[in-house]
């Protein structure tokens, strides 16, 4: 079996049809030598139902990596999607965001050793969101900053990383940002031996900067940040948030000072139990 170039991790948690649109954006992307980890946080059947349905009709291989539902453990279930992913290269994103035709390609070109990337999404209200439909995405007008602007998206300067396609304009954009780059869910990358070193994500790592933790302690590491958020671009489709208390925030927030305070590259709460090795 052929190694794929790139394995995909998307997160999910009961949300089928933002799932099926964000499916059908990966089986629009213009290579397709990946394959696709579903890590689902404990979605019911009709999840499951979904992907059996969908996986014989789409251009990549698509595995589904579940636990029960047990409150929010995104770290978890994205724990068990590295260890079941096959590259070496591995692409994190949300099962609410549907990317750009060139995403996957984007991360491969421009990954590098020593190095994870951080990239860009544009969010949706809701009456847009609910106007992305698979001829849509087909078409690639999920995209198209005219067409979204024509269908009610706000103006305002997130819209630039739709305007940057590839060439002179997202590389000066990435340059000029005053954004640093981040490792944030919805659209970050980086070698598999780099987040195995860092023990993968913290487990206890609740709602609110989760993804920001184990970017901290990569670049700890001496991995660092390469910004790309006007490079590789998805769209964030919007959804309520009933599950985000204060107190997941606060807790992370502490575990987060913890990894600043002391220069912390690993965690005992990670991919595996304990001290390193």
Known sequence: MTTPAASLIISTYNNTDWLQRCLWGYAQQDRLDFELVVADDGSGPATREMLEAMAPTLPYPLRHVWHEDAGFRKCTILNRG??????????????????????????????????????????????????????????????????????????????????????????????VTPTPPRWAGNNASGWKADLVRVNGFDERMTYGGEDLELGERLAN?????????????????????????????????????????????????????????
Not at 121 to 141: F, N, Q, T
Not at 254 to 263: L, N, Q, S
Request: charged share 30%.
């Open 82 to 175: 590295i260890e079941d992913a096959r590259s070496d290269y591995l692409i994190f994103s949300d099962g609410d965001c549907v990317p750009r035709a060139d995403f996957v390609s984007q991360h491969l070109r421009l990954r590098e050793s020593g190095r994870y990337l951080g990239g860009g999404y544009c969010k949706l209200p809701m009456d847009v969101s609910l106007k992305i439909d698979r001829e849509v995405i087909a078409r690639g007008l999920h995209t198209d900053l005219d067409w979204l602007k024509i269908n009610g998206l706000p103006r305002n300067k997130r819209s630039l990383k739709l305007w940057a396609r590839p060439g002179w304009r997202e590389r000066l954009l990435n340059a």
């Open 221 to 277: 590491a001496g991995v660092t940040g390469k910004q790309i958020r006007f490079s590789a671009v998805c769209v964030h489709l919007d959804h309520a948030r009933g599950y985000v208390k204060p107190e997941m925030k606060a807790a992370n927030q502490a575990i987060r000072d913890a990894v600043k305070a002391g220069r912390r590259t690993w965690t005992d709460y990670g991919l595996v139990p304990g001290p390193p090795p």
